[in-house]
């Protein structure tokens, strides 16, 4: 398989994971809205929940845009 291959892929796979890692955000951010709407404080596992999958979306962030340099490197 050539690089340029192997980048691709590895790309679609990163924005794959970015939209699980999203989606499970979602679910804390929920929990967050319902205790604004409650007048109620989060809970303090909804908020390391938040802060990990906020996290490990901005990691993968950075491996993607590391990865379309790299395609673009190839492609110049």
Do not use: C, W
Not at 21 to 41: C, G, P, Y
Not at 58 to 69: A, P, S, T, W, Y
């Amino acid at each position: 398989m050539s690089r340029k291959s192997e980048l691709e892929k590895a790309i679609k796979e990163s924005e794959a994971e970015i939209e699980i890692l999203e989606q499970k955000r979602l679910r804390s951010m929920s929990s967050f809205i319902e205790a604004l709407v409650n007048h109620d404080t989060p809970g303090e596992d909804d908020v390391e929940y938040f802060k990990t999958f906020s996290g490990l979306i901005e990691l993968e962030r950075e491996n993607l845009r590391r990865l379309n340099e790299e395609l673009e490197k190839l492609q110049k």
